[in-house]
């Protein structure tokens, strides 16, 4: 090359023997239990070996796989099974929206801040929603009382923890 004349590009890098392909990397947390449950959602009752043959194929995993999220699934009560020949079936025994609510659980377990982490989505909600969520905790049955051995915490219409008589929620 003559001085003064453009560098060609250099060719796009192949990636490296030791990086992961792209269908090795993690998934998120909790991706495979829900579409584990989507499968039994759509299905029924199935062994694991079914679950396993309905997955989507961007998401095949080993039988030892499937079985481990069927059983953890089963242990959170999101799923019930029951004795076929020498193994189990499982069934997801919920509707959709009882996945839906199971799944804002899940979030919700994970957050150390229960109270802000509801206020932000009772803030997101649209005013339809947020007066549906209203209607609803007003017609909830009042919660058992607490045990003797722990303290009283009460949770008010809104289902927050309140500091006394002259706590407020605030938006």
């Known amino acids: 090359m003559h001085e003064g004349s453009p560098t060609p590009p250099?060719?796009?890098?192949a990636p490296s023997p030791s990086a992961p392909?792209?269908?090795a990397r993690r998934r998120p947390p909790g991706s495979l239990e829900e579409e584990v449950l989507g499968v039994l959602h759509r299905s029924g009752e199935l062994s694991p070996g079914e679950v396993r043959e309905l997955l989507p194929d961007a998401v095949k995993l080993s039988y030892s796989a499937v079985v481990t999220t069927l059983t953890r699934l089963h242990a959170k009560g999101v799923v019930t099974r029951r004795r076929r020949?020498?193994?189990y079936v499982y069934s997801s025994p919920g509707d959709p929206a009882t996945l839906?609510?199971?799944r804002m659980n899940r979030l919700l377990a994970g957050q150390?801040?229960?109270r802000r982490a509801l206020t932000h989505f009772i803030a997101a909600l649209s005013p339809t929603d947020e007066a549906l969520v209203r209607d609803l905790l007003a017609?909830?049955?009042a919660p058992a009382?607490?045990?003797a051995d722990g303290p009283a915490v009460d949770h008010g219409a809104d289902g927050a923890d309140s500091a006394g008589p002259d706590s407020e929620r605030r938006r």
């Open 10 to 13: 250099s060719p796009p890098e």
């Open 21 to 23: 392909p792209q269908a």
């Open 85 to 87: 020949g020498r193994g």
């Open 100 to 102: 839906v609510a199971w």
């Open 112 to 114: 150390a801040d229960h």
């Open 139 to 141: 017609s909830a049955p």
């Open 145 to 147: 009382p607490a045990p």
